[in-house]
């Protein structure tokens, strides 16, 4: 197992069975600060690597949010064009390495996603979620957009759903909802009956063979070749945005 444990978030990867399960963490219903976005980047491409590893669980800590996108904290804190650039290229960063990755990553999504953390659900090649697991893009209350995530959630769920979410910015869409345009395979009543369900699904498809496995995720992801250029160019949008003054007020009234 590797650790990577500190106050600004925490990374877990435990390797048994062929399964790599890598585990987020954050005291902020586990959003994501630059450092343990970096974290992440870099340990799915150690693990796309690894010999040993057949198939990666991706989940986060706790029994509450999945995922609340990205820190806060650090969004109030771009001052200009480059910061805001590099701050939302960790998305980007993330999404390109889940992509890019020869492992197959299945997500157990036991909780809410906002933002990031959708694009995080999307960005798996396969996702179980609970009842609990509602989706939200709230981008534009603040004056931005899920322009680094988009293509990710249009890739899974398609224009009509991505749109829906985007511009009904303020409504929360529920597991069902979510399973019925793409995101979810299956959704559970409770975190222990999608525990159970992890466990054997996993179990099996790390059992084959896992040149096809690897194949197959080629096959998968046919098409988004230029996602390097293009969520970094959608990286420079939204920090562009975030100096806007819109945005600006709109953060002023969150401080408050």
Same mark, same amino acid.
């Given at each position: 197992?590797?650790?990577?444990?500190?106050?600004?978030?925490?990374?877990?990867?435990?390797?048994?069975?062929?399964?790599?399960?890598?585990?987020?963490?954050?005291?902020?219903?586990?959003?994501?600060?630059?450092?343990?976005?970096?974290?992440?980047?870099?340990?799915?491409?150690?693990?796309?690597?690894?010999?040993?590893?057949?198939?990666?669980?991706?989940?986060?800590? /706790?029994? =509450?949010? #999945?995922?609340?996108?990205?820190?806060?904290?650090?969004?109030?804190? *771009?001052?200009? !064009?480059? $910061?805001?650039?590099?701050?939302?290229?960790?998305?980007?960063?993330?999404?390109?390495?889940?992509?890019?990755?020869?492992?197959?990553?299945?997500?157990?999504?036991?909780?809410?996603?906002?933002?990031?953390?959708?694009?995080?659900?999307?960005?798996?090649?396969?996702?179980?979620?609970?009842?609990?697991?509602?989706?939200?893009?709230?981008?534009?209350?603040? /004056?931005? =957009?899920? #322009?680094?995530?988009?293509?990710?959630?249009?890739?899974?769920?398609? *224009?009509?759903? !991505?749109? $829906?979410?985007?511009?009904?910015?303020?409504?929360?869409?529920?597991?069902?909802?979510?399973?019925?345009?793409?995101?979810?395979?299956?959704?559970?009543?409770?975190?222990?009956?999608?525990?159970?369900?992890?466990?054997?699904?996993?179990?099996?498809?790390?059992?084959?063979?896992?040149?096809?496995?690897?194949?197959?995720?080629?096959?998968?992801?046919?098409?988004?070749?230029?996602?390097?250029?293009?969520?970094?160019?959608?990286?420079?949008?939204?920090?562009?945005?975030? !100096?806007?003054?819109?945005?600006?007020?709109?953060?002023?009234?969150?401080?408050?």
């Amino acid at each position: 197992m590797s650790v990577t444990a500190r106050s600004n978030g925490s990374l877990y990867t435990n390797i048994e069975n062929k399964i790599a399960t890598v585990e987020f963490g954050h005291p902020a219903s586990n959003s994501f600060p630059g450092e343990l976005l970096q974290r992440l980047t870099d340990e799915l491409k150690i693990l796309s690597n690894n010999n040993d590893v057949n198939l990666i669980i991706l989940k986060s800590e /706790g029994d =509450g949010a #999945f995922c609340a996108g990205a820190s806060f904290d650090e969004l109030l804190a *771009v001052t200009n !064009l480059k $910061e805001g650039a590099v701050f939302f290229s960790g998305f980007a960063n993330v999404i390109n390495a889940m992509r890019n990755c020869s492992k197959l990553i299945v997500g157990r999504i036991h909780g809410k996603a906002v933002g990031g953390g959708v694009g995080l659900a999307a960005a798996c090649d396969y996702a179980i979620a609970t009842v609990n697991s509602a989706v939200k893009l709230s981008e534009f209350t603040i /004056g931005i =957009g899920p #322009f680094v995530i988009a293509p990710a959630v249009e890739r899974k769920m398609g *224009v009509a759903a !991505l749109a $829906e979410m985007t511009l009904a910015a303020h409504e929360w869409k529920n597991a069902y909802w979510a399973q019925e345009k793409g995101l979810y395979a299956k959704v559970f009543e409770t975190i222990h009956d999608l525990d159970k369900e992890l466990d054997i699904f996993t179990q099996k498809l790390a059992g084959y063979n896992p040149e096809a496995l690897a194949d197959m995720k080629k096959v998968l992801w046919e098409g988004t070749e230029n996602w390097d250029k293009l969520l970094t160019e959608r990286a420079a949008i939204s920090g562009r945005l975030v !100096l806007s003054d819109f945005t600006k007020n709109a953060l002023g009234q969150f401080k408050k």
